[in-house]
T-cell receptor, first 115, second 107 residues
Framework: EPEVTQTPSHQVTQMGQEVILRCVPI?????FYWYRQILGQKVEFLVS????????KSEIFDDQFSVERPDGSNFTLKIRSTKLEDSAMYFC?????????????FGSGTRLTVV | GNSVTQMEGPVTLSEEAFLTINCTYT??????LFWYVQYPGEGLQLLLK???ADDKGSNKGFEATYRKETTSFHLEKGSVQVSDSAVYFC??????WGAGTKLIIKP
């Protein structure tokens, strides 16, 4: 079964550094997402991406964050100047079709630890 | 605005008990509704979904019916197993997620 692949599985970074979290969505999917989950808490939507641009973003997704699909397969989340409170699991997801009809396939997540 | 409210956990049941996890929503229009499951130490998986009123989603013995009149999408299972222990999230479209309900099944 096709999978969404995320790398690395765990990233430790110093406060103030930049990190790039990588995702390879399922190849025929058109919509891509990033979510985060602070340990033991709810899943929070960050951003959705379609047709090479951001389609929706949450209040969390401020100027510190950016997304890119640089080569048609990877989908990256960049976090600039990381803060302690950015420590969380970051999940990438993708889906093939039009709004609402399909659930998402999630990657297994990247655990980001900011120290 | 749109929102999802789930029953607070943890919910602790004995094996073979009947499960209900309540989920109610507030929405404009007719969004799709989803249940996701997160097993201990793992990522998120779609459990089931419903795209319109009166639709019933089902998977792995779990069911949920999209009820417009009560704005609910309660998750049910007739006989739970220890392996069902996980956190269950109700979601409305891709942006609005419930807080999650931890389910603990004791043998």
């Amino acid at each position: 079964e096709p999978e969404v692949t995320q790398t690395p599985s765990h990233q430790v970074t110093q406060m103030g550094q930049e990190v790039i979290l990588r995702c390879v969505p399922i190849s025929n999917h058109l919509y891509f997402y990033w979510y985060r989950q602070i340990l033991g808490q709810k899943v929070e939507f960050l951003v959705s991406f379609y047709n090479n641009e951001i389609s929706e973003k949450s209040e969390i997704f401020d100027d510190q964050f950016s997304v890119e699909r640089p080569d048609g397969s990877n989908f990256t989340l960049k976090i600039r100047s990381t803060k302690l409170e950015d420590s969380a699991m970051y999940f990438c997801a993708s889906r093939p079709g039009t709004a609402g009809a399909y659930g998402y396939t999630f990657g297994s997540g990247t655990r980001l630890t900011v120290v | 605005g749109n929102s999802v409210t789930q029953m607070e956990g943890p919910v602790t049941l004995s094996e073979e008990a009947f499960l209900t996890i309540n989920c109610t929503y507030t929405a404009t229009g007719y969004p799709s509704l989803f249940w996701y499951v997160q097993y201990p130490g793992e990522g998120l998986q779609l459990l089931l979904k419903a795209t319109k009123a009166d639709d019933k989603g089902s998977n792995k013995g779990f069911e949920a019916t999209y009820r417009k009149e009560t704005t609910s999408f309660h998750l049910e299972k007739g006989s739970v197993q220890v392996s069902d222990s996980a956190v269950y999230f109700c979601a409305l479209s891709q942006e609005i997620w419930g807080a999650g309900t931890k389910l603990i099944i004791k043998p």
